[in-house]
């Protein structure tokens, strides 16, 4: 699956894209991998997840002439995060040690893996063992990839690095039985904001907190058959039968006009109702 192309002054742009064989996660890589030419850029992407037979059918998909493909299979962020951070790290530097002598190098990193709690339950109801289950897979494996993935950027002397964070309404507004769904996306998204203001003087440095909307994928159809509070649950059955969530191929088009600008505010968390306009 690895093909590449193109003038060697061009850029190439590393990707990782985790929980990239469906969803959200898979239209990102493909929308990235269709853009390599408009960009400018020769683009490489990691995508990690668990099933290595369904990371290869979406890089089946995606691979072009300016783009390849490299499936990190076997990642489960709910082991020790030490682990699933070595294997991710260890594949990146094998794609960036395989680059030619004095290219440029760009490197993003899209944190898109990630689970639904129990939607039933009110945070009375949580127990400490799901407490701490949930935020390991969730936060600590997040925040542990993103400290290294910046570590190992910066010493490559990247001349673009990102972490892009897949945020959601909820990080900014409450909602009852999202508690630690909406506790860990606004920690994530604090997360970020600390490492902008770290690197105020490092302008290869960006970080960007990104809501995709209601989306119409797997996840919110579970969203709709358990979230306890009906009247939310009612809200969303509504969206979803007069087709007003957002697919995963117009967010991941508005998430990659973004990145490939490149001038958005480091920190910010942007919705995609800041950029387009939600259904009527």
Not at 4 to 20: K, L, M, Y
Not at 245 to 251: A, H, I, M, Q
Request: with cysteine; hydrophobic share 40%.
């Amino acid at each position: 699956m690895a093909t590449t192309a193109g003038g060697s002054t061009e850029p190439h742009h590393i990707f990782i894209i985790t929980g990239a064989n469906r969803g959200l996660g898979r239209a990102i890589a493909s929308t990235a991998a269709g853009r390599s030419e408009s960009a400018g850029e020769l683009r490489h992407l990691l995508l990690v997840g668990r099933n290595r037979q369904a990371l290869e059918a979406a890089g089946a998909e995606v691979v072009n002439s300016r783009t390849r493909v490299h499936v990190v299979s076997d990642v489960d962020f709910a082991q020790p995060p030490r682990r699933t951070t070595e294997r991710v790290l260890a594949s990146l530097d094998q794609v960036v040690t395989g680059l030619p002598d004095n290219v440029r190098v760009r490197l993003t990193l899209v944190q898109n893996a990630g689970t639904l709690p129990d939607l039933s339950k009110t945070v009375d109801q949580y127990d400490e063992d799901e407490i701490v289950s949930y935020t390991t897979l969730n936060f600590v494996s997040y925040s542990a990839l993103t400290a290294k993935f910046l570590a190992y950027s910066k010493a490559q002397d990247a001349e673009r690095i990102a972490v892009v964070n897949i945020s959601s309404l909820l990080a900014v507004d409450a909602a009852a039985n999202w508690g630690l769904y909406a506790a860990v996306k606004a920690a994530r998204d604090q997360l970020l904001k600390i490492v902008a203001a770290e690197h105020t003087n490092d302008a290869r440095v960006k970080t960007l907190s990104y809501a995709p909307g209601p989306l119409d994928n797997d996840m919110q159809a579970e969203v709709r058959a358990s979230l306890g509070d009906e009247t939310q649950r009612a809200a969303y059955t509504q969206m979803h039968r007069e087709r007003k969530l957002v697919s995963t191929g117009t967010t991941a088009h508005v998430l990659c006009d973004l990145l490939d600008s490149w001038d958005f505010a480091s920190g910010a968390h942007v919705d995609i109702y800041d950029i387009v306009a939600p259904p009527s």
